[in-house]
């Protein structure tokens, strides 16, 4: 079945650096959407990429959807602590369901 | 305007119980997703709902059902709880069943013992 895996897992930075996450499906989707859950909480959604090598901006955040739309990537400049949380991918292959297919996530810890 | 509310927002069960948790969608949103979240796992997807019918379900047993009304809230059905069925539940709605960003609510935790 279809599989969205990110990199890295975990990853720890200090306040100001930049952080990216990679996320890989194993099929073509329709679209890709990012989604931050801070610690017990929920999803909150994001944004959404649709074109091929589509790329968003919301203020520190770029989003980008790989050329084959198979990758993506969430790029935060200079981090701040309010970024702390968990970053997911999920992505819609356009079939019958469209249902949405969570990726592994990326937890971010941002340390002052 | 409410967002996507679900209840009960903690629950306890015993092994072999059954359990009904309960959504409503934000007002004009038809569709409603029923997702199940490990502790440090992505959302797992269980069903879809769209205009009261079941338009996808996912990798789960039989034990899981489900059920969109005509208002579109929904429920989901657990029965002979097992102890993985620990979890994180969550709803979601969209305004349809299209290319649009969903809204979650904030889950039930139900813990099985």
Same mark, same amino acid.
């Given at each position: 079945g279809q599989q969205v895996m990110q990199i890295p897992q975990y990853q720890h930075v200090q306040e100001g650096e930049d952080f990216t996450t990679y996320c890989n499906s194993s099929t073509t989707l329709s679209n890709i959407q990012w989604y931050k859950q801070r610690p017990g909480g929920h999803p909150v959604f994001l944004i959404q990429l649709v074109k091929s090598g589509e790329v968003k901006k919301q203020k520190r955040l770029t989003f980008q959807f790989g050329e084959a739309k198979k990758n993506s990537s969430l790029h935060i400049t200079a981090t701040q602590t309010t970024d702390v949380g968990t970053y &997911?991918?999920? @992505?819609?292959?356009? @079939?019958? +369901?469209?249902?949405?297919? &969570?990726? +592994?996530g990326t937890l971010l810890a941002v340390q002052p | 305007d409410a967002g996507v509310t679900q209840s009960p927002t903690h629950l306890i069960k015993t092994r072999g119980q059954h359990v009904t948790l309960r959504c409503s969608p934000i007002s004009g949103h038809k569709s409603v997703s029923w997702y199940q979240q490990v502790l440090g796992q992505g959302p797992q997807f269980i069903f879809q709902y769209y205009e009261k019918e079941e338009r996808g379900r996912g990798n789960f047993p039989d034990r899981f059902s489900a059920r969109q009304f005509p208002n579109y809230s929904s429920e989901l059905n657990v029965n002979a709880l097992l102890l993985g069925d620990s979890a994180l539940y969550l709803c979601a709605s969209s305004f349809s069943q299209g290319n649009y960003g969903y809204t979650f609510g904030s889950g039930t935790r139900l813990t099985v013992v």
């Amino acid at each position: 079945g279809q599989q969205v895996m990110q990199i890295p897992q975990y990853q720890h930075v200090q306040e100001g650096e930049d952080f990216t996450t990679y996320c890989n499906s194993s099929t073509t989707l329709s679209n890709i959407q990012w989604y931050k859950q801070r610690p017990g909480g929920h999803p909150v959604f994001l944004i959404q990429l649709v074109k091929s090598g589509e790329v968003k901006k919301q203020k520190r955040l770029t989003f980008q959807f790989g050329e084959a739309k198979k990758n993506s990537s969430l790029h935060i400049t200079a981090t701040q602590t309010t970024d702390v949380g968990t970053y &997911f991918c999920a @992505g819609q292959d356009g @079939g019958a +369901t469209n249902k949405l297919i &969570f990726g +592994t996530g990326t937890l971010l810890a941002v340390q002052p | 305007d409410a967002g996507v509310t679900q209840s009960p927002t903690h629950l306890i069960k015993t092994r072999g119980q059954h359990v009904t948790l309960r959504c409503s969608p934000i007002s004009g949103h038809k569709s409603v997703s029923w997702y199940q979240q490990v502790l440090g796992q992505g959302p797992q997807f269980i069903f879809q709902y769209y205009e009261k019918e079941e338009r996808g379900r996912g990798n789960f047993p039989d034990r899981f059902s489900a059920r969109q009304f005509p208002n579109y809230s929904s429920e989901l059905n657990v029965n002979a709880l097992l102890l993985g069925d620990s979890a994180l539940y969550l709803c979601a709605s969209s305004f349809s069943q299209g290319n649009y960003g969903y809204t979650f609510g904030s889950g039930t935790r139900l813990t099985v013992v």
